[in-house]
T-cell receptor
């Protein structure tokens, strides 16, 4: 059974703070993803990674960076948090390969920036 | 890049009736289309998916149909039950060999007893 965990369920930060969101998966998946979920907008891809130390921008990367130093861990970093980054953040992972595979999601982190 | 539209945004049905959610996509190269269900306060979970080499796939009360020519696909839920109440997201492949998805905005389905 695939397990994707995120470091916090709820987080409250102040404008300008540096914020770290962590995601860990235990199924040896090659791919990992960070999404933000906002009402009426669905899930929008921020960044993804196909391998250790590899990262690719998604559709809304501005204001975010990522780190993948180990295969099982993918971190999302908000360098200087702003109020418009208040959102639900979801991490996901999937097997690698030439065909698309199911993505497994973590429980989400609800971030509030004051 | 890929763009996915989804309709309706909200849907209410009586228990036992059928529900249909429709999605359109823009990139004709996309060939994988998953559907995710997200119950209140929970993570999205895959309920069914379809690849472009088939036109229809069924799993008990859930079916998905795909029309590649028209670039649209639909989720059909028959004999709806209260536990089907959730937000449903369709998705299509994004760029980069299709390992990332572009999601639709979601449909909130309410099944009324």
């Amino acid at each position: 059974d695939v397990k994707v965990t995120q470091s916090s369920r709820y987080l409250v930060k102040r404008t300008g703070e540096k914020v770290f969101l962590e995601c860990v998966q235990d199924m040896d998946h090659e791919n990992m993803f960070w999404y933000r979920q906002d009402p009426g907008l669905g899930l929008r891809l921020i960044y993804f990674s196909y391998d250790v130390k590899m990262k690719e921008k998604g559709d809304i990367p501005e204001g975010y960076s990522v780190s993948r130093e180990k295969k099982e861990r993918f971190s999302l970093i908000l360098e200087s948090a702003s109020t418009n980054q208040t959102s639900m953040y979801l991490c996901a992972s999937s097997r690698g390969g030439v065909i698309s595979n199911e993505q497994f999601f973590g429980p989400g982190t609800r971030l509030t920036v004051l | 890049g890929e763009n996915v539209e989804q309709h309706p945004s909200t849907l209410s049905v009586q228990e036992g009736d059928s529900a249909v959610i429709k999605c359109t996509y823009s990139d004709s190269a996309s060939n994988y289309f998953p559907w995710y269900k997200q119950e209140l306060g929970k993570r999205p979970q895959l309920i069914i998916d379809i690849r472009s080499n088939v036109g229809e796939k069924k799993d008990q009360r859930i079916a998905v149909t795909l029309n590649k020519t028209a670039k649209h696909f639909s989720l059909h839920i028959t004999e709806t039950q209260p536990e089907d109440s959730a937000v449903y997201f369709c998705a299509a492949q994004g760029r980069n060999y299709g390992q990332n998805f572009v999601f639709g905005p979601g449909t909130r389905l309410s099944v009324l007893p």
